[in-house]
């Protein structure tokens, strides 16, 4: 028997149709940590990271990069987004955030919430990778990981 792909047919991209399902409430929760040297997480925490203030800058990031998440996943529905809202847990060699995507539709809102987690840390990254490099100009111990989908609902979240 053929394997029907919903996505890729043939050597044609296709995307699929949800015209048919309903409109509701979605959630979903992304999670994934950063880890650095502990200097760079005490500049962190006392906001003397020359670039700026690197958690609101990531979390900017973060709201953006969900609002964009079709521009960057091909098969992605542009979907309404009603809220986004973007954690973060600072420990002694890592920083943690957590993404929280809700929308009003016909699909999940997972990809958004893990483009805003990847994107959230990448700009910690950035805005730290001065403090970060070795002598060589590399990032030995600096390393982004644990990004996952945390909780996905579909429907009444009372």
């Given at each position: 028997m053929k394997k029907e792909f919903t996505h890729i047919q043939d050597d044609r991209a296709v995307m699929v149709d949800i015209g048919n399902k309903d409109i509701v409430t979605r959630k979903a929760l992304a999670s994934g940590e950063i880890i650095l040297g502990k200097d760079t997480i005490e500049m962190i925490r006392t906001g003397s990271v020359e670039k700026g203030n690197v958690l609101s800058t990531a979390r900017v990031a973060a709201i953006l990069a969900v609002k964009r998440t079709p521009e960057m996943i091909p098969m992605c529905h542009q979907i309404p987004i009603t809220s986004v809202d973007v954690d973060f847990d600072i420990g002694d060699e890592r920083v943690s955030t957590v993404v929280e995507v809700r929308s009003m539709g016909?699909?999940?809102?997972?990809?958004?919430?893990?483009?805003?987690?990847?994107?959230?840390?990448?700009?910690?990254?950035?805005?730290?990778?001065?403090?970060?490099?070795?002598?060589?100009?590399?990032?030995?111990?600096?390393?982004?990981?644990?990004?996952?989908?945390?909780?996905?609902?579909?429907g009444d979240q009372n």
């Open positions: 016909r699909t999940g809102v997972e990809m958004e919430a893990l483009t805003g987690v990847s994107t959230a840390l990448l700009t910690i990254w950035d805005m730290v990778k001065s403090a970060e490099k070795d002598e060589t100009g590399n990032y030995p111990h600096t390393c982004i990981r644990n990004i996952k989908v945390v909780e996905k609902i579909k």
